[in-house]
């Protein structure tokens, strides 16, 4: 076989690996920004207000006090819970490693 057709193989069998890696990783940006839980009217603040009864957990403080309806799923806000995380944030997306924790495995 030509040497040149060979390596014209080669290249396109790395280009298909390299796109591949690159759609995974551009799926993976998508989780994460999903999961900074930014308030979905201003898209600044985090979001900290649960409605009842739909559950959904899709506003800040701020932005609660216009609400009536559920942005989400429209059904109508009979009580809206304030919502305490219990860890900061970084220390869910970036858990430490467990041996740094002291535990004897
Ligand atoms: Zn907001
Ligand atoms: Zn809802």
Redesign the pocket.
Known sequence: MDILLILQNENKTKEKIIQTKMRKLLHLEDILSNMENK?R??M??EVNRLFLPCKHLA??D??VVFLKFCHICRSTISTVVSVLYCADRDAVLHPPHISSLGYKL
Request: aromatic share 0%.
């Open positions: 308030c009217i201003c600044e603040k506003s800040c701020e932005c």
